[in-house]
């Protein structure tokens, strides 16, 4: 009896794809890459890829072109001299080392990124720490606590990752020019002669990109001369802050110029020199500014105009508030988590010590602000207690027309002590979706006219490109006929008003390298106030001129004190604790 044994013809060969499962196969792949040297030889190349992107990428989007790759990187060059002098395990551990740092500076590029696109610098790796408690707290806002958590530990382990696979990379190839040892040696000298030429020679192959890159070297240094300032900042804070002519001026001396008077002083967000000198903006701003001073002069009311040089630009409202009301530079959240923990002298406290009721009045404000108690207000008026019953818009969570109505009627008319408010105006808000149009005044009530308007909501969209310019300056146009009209409408001896932009829009709006400077202004129908500032040199009318004084933002308290009557001391207060 025989056993049927089949033959090889009859037999399924082995790796038939017709009985071979999913995991065979990808494994046969896998040797057959192998085999070939194309698993190898793609790894190599995307390990060059990710280590020249290292290098040669910039840290700010608006240079991150196809051309900003067209470089010899001399921090390339020289690791190929590195990796070529060592030899084994030591060459492994420095191609690890350098290539964490290059990973870690990548990291860097891609945070200055968003700094650069919001608040025109790049990320100080000290004092920008304190961004990450307003990060998580928005982010905790808009997707829960669990969800901010998640979004910030997301963020770490993709920084964790990025560093680790590019020292992966850098081992790698420096692993590959050690096998092909002449070769490595000939590139480099060829990259080494090529980036000399181009260094002497300011060689360009594309407009405004020299072809020799050392930016990697020059923003590692940047960032350790950064560390360096950034560990000094709070003793250096210290000491400016511990100098105060006003500290113990009493209030008899302070203010005596404007005994009586109304006090208002109202931040307009993003109001910035480009507002008023921009062409695209200048003709419909310039017109409004003119036709208000004009509409002003014939109710009897006159106006001086300046600038400021703000300590911050893009965004970061809180720093340019803080640094015209405490007359000191804060340009950093470190300086001003320092100010606030202090008891600095405000403008706002000088006129409380002086016996005006202090108050502030900030739409934008939604949850609790302890800071409010540094700056010496008697109260706070924010979202939840300003009374608004109508409509979002976008960010501005209430008109600016609507803020001013409610300072008039709560203040200023329902009571008989002199006020003096300071109020963060948020209409000209980025992102410029919706502007509101004034109504009459005597509509305004508690802000339910509004809804015919129909408003946005937080989430409401940015405008296109090709107009967003456009409606950020006719918010610009909204926020200024709205001081205007308030002025027109309810000017009389007893008012005065101080009108200022808090920083320039982003760069967005005002391309780059604009100035830091913004718009100030002064309002009184009594000439007297005027008077006292006519030393001043700012200019007739609510437009500042090109020429007009520029004075640092910082300079504006002490200035402004001075002028109207206030006896400044000669002894340095203490440092703050």
Do not use: C
């Not at 720093?319 to 403008?347: F, P």
């Not at 008109?399 to 009571?415: G, I, M, T």
């Amino acid at each position: 009896m025989s056993v049927f044994t089949p033959s090889p013809r009859t037999a399924p060969p082995a790796g038939d794809a017709t009985t071979e499962d999913a995991p065979s196969r990808l494994r046969r792949a896998l040797a057959l890459l192998r085999r070939h040297r194309v698993w190898p030889r793609t790894l190599t190349v995307l390990a060059f890829l990710l280590v020249a992107f290292a290098l040669l990428t910039p840290n700010r989007l608006d240079k991150l072109t196809p051309g900003a790759f067209a470089r010899v990187p001399i921090e390339g060059v020289l690791g190929v001299v590195v990796v070529l002098a060592l030899r084994g395990r030591a060459r492994r551990i420095a191609a690890g080392a350098g290539g964490a740092v290059l990973g870690a500076l990548l990291v860097v590029k891609i945070v200055d990124m968003g700094f650069y696109q919001v608040l025109v610098r790049p990320w100080d790796p000290v004092l920008d720490w304190a961004f990450v408690d307003a990060g998580l707290e928005f982010f905790t806002g808009e997707y829960g606590g669990a969800g901010g958590v998640a979004v910030l530990v997301g963020a770490v382990l993709l920084a964790v990752v990025v560093i680790v696979v590019v020292a992966l990379a850098a081992v790698r190839l420096a692993g590959v020019a050690a096998r092909h040892d002449s070769g490595a040696a000939r590139a480099a000298v060829v990259l080494w002669a090529v980036w000399t030429v181009g260094t002497v020679f300011s060689v360009h192959l594309v407009p405004g990109v020299p072809v020799a890159s050392s930016t990697t070297t020059r923003l590692a240094y940047k960032r350790v001369l950064a560390v360096r300032k950034g560990l000094h900042d709070k003793e250096v804070f210290a000491r400016q802050a511990a100098v105060d002519n006003f500290r113990a001026t009493p209030g008899d001396r302070l203010l005596t110029g404007l005994r009586g008077k109304d006090v208002l002083v109202a931040f307009i967000e993003s109001y910035g020199r480009d507002a008023v000198e921009d062409p695209e903006f200048s003709a419909q701003v310039g017109a409004v500014l003119d036709a208000g001073s004009e509409r002003l002069r014939k109710a009897g009311i006159g106006a001086r105009s300046a600038w400021l040089t703000s300590s911050t630009v893009g965004g970061g409202s809180w720093l340019a508030h803080a640094t015209l009301l405490s007359g000191l530079w804060i340009n950093n959240q470190q300086r001003y988590r320092n100010l606030v923990a202090g008891d600095r002298l405000t403008l706002n406290r000088a006129f409380h010590r002086a016996g005006w009721r202090t108050v502030g009045l900030m739409p934008a404000i939604i949850r609790a602000w302890p800071e409010g108690r540094f700056f010496g207000y008697d109260q706070v008026y924010d979202y939840r207690t300003l009374g608004y019953q109508g409509p979002r818009w976008a960010y501005a969570t209430m008109p600016d027309q609507y803020v001013l109505s409610f300072f008039q009627r709560k203040e200023r008319e329902a009571r008989d002590t002199p006020v003096m408010a300071e109020t963060a105006l948020v209409s000209s808000h980025a992102p410029w979706a919706a502007i509101p149009r004034l109504v009459d005044w005597r509509q305004v009530g508690d802000g339910s006219v509004f809804k015919a308007q129909g408003g946005a909501g937080l989430d409401a969209d940015w405008p296109p490109n090709d107009r967003i310019r456009a409606e950020y300056r006719k918010s610009i146009e909204y926020s200024l006929n709205t001081m205007i009209s308030y002025a027109e409408t309810y000017g009389d001896d007893d008012l005065v008003l101080v009108f200022l932009g808090d920083h320039q829009p982003a760069p967005l709006i005002t391309g780059e390298d604009a100035s830091r400077d913004v718009p100030i202004t002064i309002v009184a129908r009594d000439p007297k106030v005027l008077d006292q500032i006519s030393t001043w040199g700012w200019q007739d009318g609510l437009k500042p001129a090109p020429r007009s004084p520029v004075w640092k933002m910082s300079d504006f308290r002490d200035r402004f004190l001075t002028a109207f009557g206030s006896q400044p001391t000669t002894t340095p207060s203490p440092a703050p604790r």
